[in-house]
């Protein structure tokens, strides 16, 4: 993620160069707002190619940085397309972020889906218009863990993107569920981890579950693990980060 010290954003061409160039699933941008304005920062999220509404993992990456830097001491304020975000950085390492919760609508198993997945969907939800995600459930964890989707006929299914999801095998242990995410539309073949794919499948698998509080593991290639809490219309995902680079961005807005 990048701090910026100006007052506002930088052209959204710039921003959009940056994020190619930094070429991770979602960069952040984020600037320091007026005191008393109704959030600290203001923050905005690009993949290489496009601008999102909702980003769990660059948010993350975004309070972790702010408290590294001595920035924030406490919970901070954010800015967002999705309104203002709050993210708790704990002293033991962990990060809390309060996300809005998705909506989930049953819906027939669009056309496509079945053969871009290369796996037969028990049921088909629609997301938020916000998050314009697909949350297909499969039949179980091997399903979801061996899928090789064709990732062209991927993009070309509305919306930000497919997550697959399907009951742990073992959920009396580390995690209830899986999930992948794919979101070749917006240049993210498979996303390593998605948060704000976790305000859709927090009510999903809680309202199956039982359980306010779940652990979910998204079985990519890197994996790794968010724990949601659903609280009615708000969800807290909580995980944690480290800084592997640090450094010094050299080319400003007025170069590019």
Not at 81 to 95: E, F, K, P, Q, Y
Request: charged fraction near 20%; proline fraction near 7%.
């Amino acid at each position: 993620m990048l701090l910026l010290d100006t007052a506002g954003f930088p052209s959204d061409s710039w921003l959009r160069q940056v994020a190619a160039e930094v070429n991770l699933s979602e960069t952040a941008f984020a600037h320091p707002l007026p005191p008393d304005g109704g959030a600290d920062w203001a923050l905005r999220w690009f993949t290489p190619e496009a601008e999102v509404a909702l980003c769990g993992h660059a948010t993350l990456a975004t309070a972790h940085v702010l408290r590294s830097a001595g920035l924030a001491a406490g919970p901070v304020r954010l800015r967002t397309l999705s309104g203002v975000l709050t993210a708790d950085a704990h002293a033991d390492g962990r990060i809390t972020l309060d996300f809005p919760t998705s909506t989930l609508t049953r819906v027939p198993v669009p056309d496509g889906v079945e053969k871009a997945l290369g796996a037969t969907p028990v049921s088909v939800h629609a997301t938020s218009e916000r998050l314009g995600d697909l949350l297909v459930e499969l039949a179980d964890e091997r399903t979801v863990r061996e899928l090789a989707p064709d990732v062209d006929a991927l993009r070309h299914l509305p919306g930000r993107g497919v997550v697959a999801t399907a009951a742990a095998a073992r959920p009396e242990e580390e995690y209830a569920y899986v999930s992948r995410a794919f979101y070749p539309g917006i240049g993210l073949s498979e996303d390593p981890v998605t948060g704000s794919a976790h305000t859709a499948l927090a009510p999903f698998w809680s309202a199956r579950l039982g359980r306010e509080t779940l652990t979910g593991f998204q079985a990519s290639a890197r994996g790794g693990r968010v724990v949601t809490s659903l609280r009615g219309d708000r969800t807290l995902l909580t995980g944690t980060a480290v800084t592997v680079v640090d450094g010094e961005l050299r080319a400003g807005p007025a170069d590019g």
